[in-house]
């Protein structure tokens, strides 16, 4: 006897219902952040995280219920015995279809509203600064408050730490996962290193901004330094900066970005992460000469290392602290000095504020309560009319300095300038003097140049904030150092007085 064979549409199960709803909420969310990626301005690979990883996410998902829905059914038939041929159909006299539908329309309506809100916000979100410095790395604290103090505060995280391309993108999305595990089993590593090697070519990210030929001619830069007596002496110091590059007058490679420009090329091997320590340096002229310079006192490279990088010289290797600069406590300090948040008529304000920055404290709480009584502690043992006359500016003082720490120092992540490096400075980090140390030499015995008025003039100098009472030459001057050392500064590089130990 032959057996009916019962028509039953796939529609009629709940999961079915889900499983479409959530497929067409994800093709909502992708049709609309699509068009928001190809109608909005710049490259972010986080926001094409949202649009093609989390919307397709959600589609498959949807479509993988559906298909469990059809397994769930063909196998309850076949228990039953019975020979289902399931269809697509819509069928208005099923009850059970109809019950389905509705859920199905109601669900769907509500789920494209929601995913696409949610979708959108989240796709808002990882456009932002705060997704990258605060909602997913807690651990970038201190990155985080640094960038939002620095020059490039309105510049997004992935415009330089990932950049435009798909490469770059496949790195920090598996970096990413790094991380991830990193800050869920609390084993990343404190300071956060550095990711000198993962950041891709400067020509690739802050050469589309800033064009090193048109970096021409001087700028003159003013510092205002204050000494370590009762007094806290002023002495500025104006100079006349060779910032250089392609001078559209003269046509010449000049200046400081002469190292970026034109046929020349600077190539240097460093024997440390940090690039701090460079004993081989490698001159490659407009006309196809190479020089090679060595310094004798470091370990000397082994070319045979497959490992080893002969790395070319860009603008990272100078600039390399653009938007996260850890300010050494004397420099803050002389700012402070310079705009009266700090008042120079406290007696050895300078000295008492760089003991209570440059203490080692255990946490921020810790380092508050040791900051905010240790100047009154101070000047009421050792100054104690100071104490009483200048306790205003005592306070101001001390909210200064815990401002200054709250900026610079992060104690939990044993990070602040001593770990920063600041290849742009001659204080607390070697910073040019890293080739430019007066020992790298070539075959012949020349030296890499160690005068000053290859990168400045020094046009005014001296014991005063007011510029009419410098001495001042726009030819230069030859430096006077603000401390009678007669000469010595000629034979040592600063860093051997200004260390990272001292602050400044």
């Given at each position: 006897m032959h057996r009916s064979v019962i028509r039953r549409t796939l529609f009629r199960h709940p999961l079915a219902a889900v499983g479409g709803a959530l497929f067409l909420a994800g093709g909502a969310l992708f049709v609309v952040l699509l068009m928001i990626e190809f109608t909005g301005g710049g490259e972010n690979p986080y926001r094409s995280l949202v649009t093609f990883v989390i919307a397709p996410f959600i589609i498959t998902v949807g479509f993988g219920l559906f298909l469990i829905s059809i397994w769930l059914q063909i196998r309850a038939a076949r228990k039953r015995g019975e020979e289902v041929r399931f269809n697509l159909s819509i069928d208005p006299s099923d009850s059970g279809y109809m019950k389905n539908l509705r859920r199905f329309l109601g669900l769907t309506a509500a789920l494209v509203v929601i995913v696409i809100y949610s979708g959108t916000k989240a796709y808002e979100a990882t456009d932002s600064v705060t997704f990258c410095g605060e909602t997913c790395h807690v651990v970038m604290e201190p990155q985080s408050v640094t960038y939002h103090n620095s020059p490039h505060a309105r510049v997004p995280c992935v415009e330089c730490h990932i950049g435009p391309g798909a490469s770059f993108w496949v790195k920090a999305k598996f970096d990413g996962v790094r991380q991830l595990f990193a800050t869920s089993l609390n084993s990343f590593s404190r300071p956060i290193e550095t990711p000198v090697h993962n950041l891709r070519p400067a020509q690739e990210t802050c050469e589309s901004c800033h064009w090193p030929r048109q970096f021409y001619g001087e700028k003159m830069v003013a510092h205002t330094y204050y000494r370590t007596d009762e007094e806290n002496s002023p002495w500025t110091i104006n100079l006349l900066v060779?910032?250089?590059?392609?001078?559209?007058?003269?046509?010449?490679?000049?200046?400081?970005?002469?190292?970026?420009?034109?046929?020349?090329?600077?190539?240097?091997?460093?024997?440390?992460?940090?690039?701090?320590?460079?004993?081989?340096?490698?001159?490659?002229?407009?006309?196809?000469?190479?020089?090679?310079?060595?310094?004798?006192?470091?370990?000397?490279?082994?070319?045979?290392?497959?490992?080893?990088?002969?790395?070319?010289?860009?603008?990272?290797?100078?600039?390399?602290?653009?938007?996260?600069?850890?300010?050494?406590?004397?420099?803050?300090?002389?700012?402070?000095?310079?705009?009266?948040?700090?008042?120079?008529?406290?007696?050895?304000?300078?000295?008492?504020?760089?003991?209570?920055?440059?203490?080692?404290?255990?946490?921020?709480?810790?380092?508050?309560?040791?900051?905010?009584?240790?100047?009154?502690?101070?000047?009421?043992?050792?100054?104690?009319?100071?104490?009483?006359?200048?306790?205003?500016?005592?306070?101001?003082?001390?909210?200064?300095?815990?401002?200054?720490?709250?900026?610079?120092?992060?104690?939990?992540?044993?990070?602040?300038?001593?770990?920063?490096?600041?290849?742009?400075?001659?204080?607390?980090?070697?910073?040019?003097?890293?080739?430019?140390?007066?020992?790298?030499?070539?075959?012949?015995?020349?030296?890499?140049?160690?005068?000053?008025?290859?990168?400045?003039?020094?046009?005014?100098?001296?014991?005063?904030?007011?510029?009419?009472?410098?001495?001042?030459?726009?030819?230069?001057?030859?430096?006077?150092?603000?401390?009678?050392?007669?000469?010595?500064?000629?034979?040592?590089?600063?860093?051997?007085c200004h260390d990272s130990e001292s602050g400044y």
């Open positions: 060779k910032i250089g590059g392609g001078n559209p007058r003269t046509g010449k490679l000049e200046g400081i970005h002469w190292h970026m420009l034109g046929e020349n090329r600077v190539e240097y091997v460093a024997t440390d992460e940090k690039r701090q320590y460079i004993p081989w340096v490698r001159q490659i002229t407009a006309s196809g000469d190479t020089i090679i310079y060595t310094n004798s006192d470091l370990e000397q490279p082994d070319f045979e290392d497959p490992e080893l990088e002969i790395r070319k010289f860009d603008c990272m290797d100078c600039h390399n602290r653009p938007s996260h600069l850890f300010t050494p406590p004397a420099t803050a300090i002389n700012l402070a000095l310079s705009a009266r948040r700090i008042s120079p008529d406290l007696p050895y304000i300078r000295q008492a504020g760089l003991d209570l920055l440059n203490a080692e404290y255990a946490d921020r709480e810790i380092a508050h309560e040791a900051i905010g009584s240790g100047l009154h502690i101070y000047y009421g043992e050792d100054y104690p009319e100071t104490a009483v006359s200048h306790k205003a500016q005592i306070d101001e003082a001390t909210q200064t300095l815990t401002a200054i720490y709250d900026e610079n120092f992060f104690p939990e992540m044993n990070t602040d300038y001593r770990v920063r490096e600041n290849n742009l400075s001659h204080f607390v980090n070697d910073g040019c003097f890293r080739c430019h140390d007066g020992v790298m030499s070539d075959a012949e015995g020349n030296t890499i140049s160690t005068d000053c008025s290859t990168c400045h003039l020094i046009v005014a100098q001296g014991p005063s904030e007011n510029l009419d009472d410098l001495e001042s030459s726009l030819s230069g001057l030859d430096f006077q150092h603000p401390e009678d050392i007669d000469e010595a500064w000629k034979e040592m590089k600063c860093t051997e």
